[in-house]
């Protein structure tokens, strides 16, 4: 029984606070649907049951090795290029290797750090509420930008409101230092995080891997390897 009761305790994952108001809303709503039609409610609950899923907040195994840039979310690897960062970060104008993890519905949308340091810089740019898959969601849409000074240099990550996303959350200021694998945000309900590493990283992972936030390397300083190579099998 203990075992059983280990398992069952082990694969129920917490939810975040700030979904508790949004669980609750949907089995409300569930309950009123049922008074209208019964099929209505079980409709609504499974609903509810997604809406406690999108909120879950597990514990991660985050590497602790400050040349290592981890994913700052879970999701698809989207893009992987050299790109100017967001002028309100003030990065410079050089280009930057970017990498862009994209969140669907289904994925864990807790946002985390993806390097140690302290936060010097947050900027939010309202925008559309485009497809945040596509390239120009980067510059078109709702963003919330920070800069983490690493021991590697500046790191940017840039939180990206996709198509049905119409919040965008950040729990750390400007000053606060924070840890690699760190909680800092979150965004409801689909969207993507952009990830600005400066000269001296060499990338690991390729678009379209799977990304887990606070795992995944997504690339490494000090290293005489060149970029990670991966073929689908």
């Known amino acids: 029984m203990n075992n059983l009761f280990d398992t069952i305790r082990n694969t129920l994952v917490p939810i975040h606070k700030e ?6 809303a949907f089995f409300v709503a569930s309950l009123v649907l049922g008074y209208i039609a019964e099929p209505l409610f079980w409709i609504g609950l499974v609903l509810t049951l ?14 602790q090795d400050d040349d290592l840039v981890l994913s700052p979310a879970d999701g698809k690897i989207s893009h992987v290029a050299m790109v100017v960062p967001p002028a309100e970060l003030e990065l410079g104008s050089e280009p930057m290797l970017r990498i862009s ?33 596509l390239d120009k969601a980067s510059e078109d849409n709702e963003r919330n930008g920070l800069v983490i000074e690493s021991r590697n240099g500046k790191i940017g990550v840039v939180q990206i409101a996709g198509l049905v996303a119409r919040r965008i959350v950040c729990w750390v200021k400007p000053g606060e230092p924070v ?10 309900f689909g969207s993507r995080l952009d990830v ?7 990338p690991r992972v390729s678009i379209g891997q799977l990304a887990i936030g606070g795992e995944t390397v997504l690339a490494e300083f000090g290293s005489s390897k060149g970029p990670t190579i991966s073929r689908r099998t």
């Open 50 to 63: 997604w809406c406690a899923y999108f909120f879950r907040d597990p514990e991660r195994a985050v590497p």
């Open 19 to 24: 979904g508790y108001v949004f669980v609750a």
């Open 196 to 202: 600005f590493v400066p000269a001296g990283a060499q």
């Open 179 to 188: 840890n690699a694998g760190e909680r800092f945000g979150l965004i409801r």
């Open 101 to 133: 993890v994209f969140m669907n519905v289904f994925d864990c949308h807790i946002n985390r750090a993806p390097v140690r340091g302290q936060v010097s810089r947050i900027e939010y740019r309202p925008g559309q509420f485009v497809n945040a898959e």
